[in-house]
């Protein structure tokens, strides 16, 4: 007989291993999908981050990226500045005010900083401006108007970037806390919910899972190992929130595994979900994990969508709410095995069960009367009638006892004057 219970993750379950009791590993995928892998050692790291600078810049956190920005403005403010100084200086601008400058107004390094900055940002009060003496003056300001036309691209390209990251979009779709595990269509299955919190959409999307088990060797070695599960209907469009899972049938890697084998278990389940934005149109991902802890075994979740009249309406306060269900702890193939074998147990009773077309007088059991007495009785003989000419003295005649039991006969007696008569007629 297969048990059935409903299990809670926080109530105490007696499970011995080999080795005591089991240390917490580290998550190899956080809740909010980041790896917690750090990479030392690597050669030419910083060489590799200026190799690929738009996407350093997008990585970087918020306050590093304004100070970035703010010292290329800053600094190629001064640079220019300086650039300027010199030349008023080999001009002989800053001693004689009366000479024709290269830039008007500029006769300190504060004037030629001040005009670098008003280049740049094109502010011109009016005070400070070029003049046609110095062509190499002209050529400066050309290139810092060059220059300051590509920091503000690039300022701007790595803002928008940012701020229309993968990673913003990805906080709006949430994975459930929990997997479960019960039975759907006769089958054990592992489930986790997903959701799109905004009330924007994405065009379509595709979900994903695998089983992750990292074994260290004798030798120290650590090695990874993936194992991808099948997903019933991986292909949806997330306007409400959408229940995925898996069914653990043969040749699954939990086909195996009972609620016991799942409390000893070490392994991650990294689940993701890849999808299309329907704003921008890029492309995101978002993706967490559940530890062996985190999957409930005999739980359900909760329905979270009601129809109204005019709407569909989503209640994200049971996102995460499951309630207990009667699940067998036993694993999917101990599972199946029982069932086919109570299967093929009723399906023996049917066939041992008598045939509605037999006789009800003749029945299959065992029975002293013989098989031909029986198929006589099931015919109707047809009666036979015997007509006689007796006398009114003459006795009757009697058939004798075997006769009259084998055959159905009837003596219909008639006398002669009743036979005159009907004569005469």
Wanted: proline fraction near 4%; hydrophobic fraction near 35%; glycine fraction near 4%.
């Amino acid at each position: 007989m297969t048990k059935y219970l409903s299990v809670s993750p926080f109530e105490e379950v007696s499970v011995k291993t080999e080795n005591g009791r089991r240390s917490k590993k580290q998550r190899y995928v956080r809740k909010e999908g980041s790896c917690s892998v750090v990479f030392r050692h690597v050669p030419e790291e910083w060489l590799l981050f200026f190799n690929d600078i738009f996407t350093t810049l997008v990585e970087i956190r918020w306050r590093v990226m304004f100070l970035i920005f703010a010292l290329s403005y800053i600094l190629s403010w001064l640079f220019f500045g300086i650039l300027f100084y010199i030349i008023a200086l080999a001009h002989g601008d800053i001693k004689d005010h009366h000479k024709h400058p290269c830039v008007y107004e500029v006769h300190s390094f504060t004037a030629a900083f001040l005009f670098s900055l008003e280049t740049q940002t094109t502010i011109g009060y009016g005070f400070r401006g070029m003049s046609e003496n110095c062509m190499i003056a002209i050529i400066i300001v050309t290139i810092q108007d060059v220059i300051s036309c590509f920091i503000d691209t690039f300022v701007i390209g790595i803002v928008v970037a940012k701020m229309a990251s993968a990673r913003k979009r990805a906080q709006t779709v949430g994975f459930s806390n929990h997997a479960v595990v019960n039975l759907r269509d006769g089958y054990l299955c592992l489930s986790w919910r997903i959701g799109d919190f905004r009330r924007y959409h994405m065009v379509e999307g595709s979900a994903s899972a695998q089983i992750l088990r990292n074994t260290v060797q004798a030798s120290g070695e650590v090695t990874i190992t993936y194992e991808n599960l099948a997903i019933q209907q991986k292909d949806i469009i997330l306007v409400t929130p959408t229940t995925i899972f898996h069914r653990i049938e043969s040749g699954s890697p939990l086909y195996k595994m009972s609620l016991e084998d799942l409390r000893k278990a070490d392994f991650e389940l990294v689940v993701s979900f890849t999808y299309t934005d329907d704003s921008t149109g890029m492309l995101h991902q978002t993706r967490t994990s559940y530890t062996a802890d985190e999957i409930l075994w005999g739980h359900l979740f909760q329905e979270m969508i009601r129809v109204s009249k005019k709407h569909y309406k989503v209640d994200y306060n049971l996102f995460n709410n499951t309630a207990k269900v009667l699940v067998p702890v036993v694993s999917a193939e101990e599972y199946e095995q029982k069932k086919n074998e109570k299967e093929e147990q009723m399906q023996l009773r049917r066939s041992a069960r008598p045939s509605p077309k037999h006789s009800p007088r003749c029945s299959p059991g065992p029975s002293s009367r013989s098989p031909q007495k029986c198929n006589q009785e099931s015919h109707l003989n047809v009666p036979a009638v015997t007509v006689e000419h007796m006398q009114d003295n003459q006795p009757e005649p009697n058939l004798p006892t075997a006769e009259a039991e084998g055959q159905h006969q009837e003596t219909l007696t008639v006398s002669e004057e009743e036979i005159h008569t009907e004569k005469e007629k």
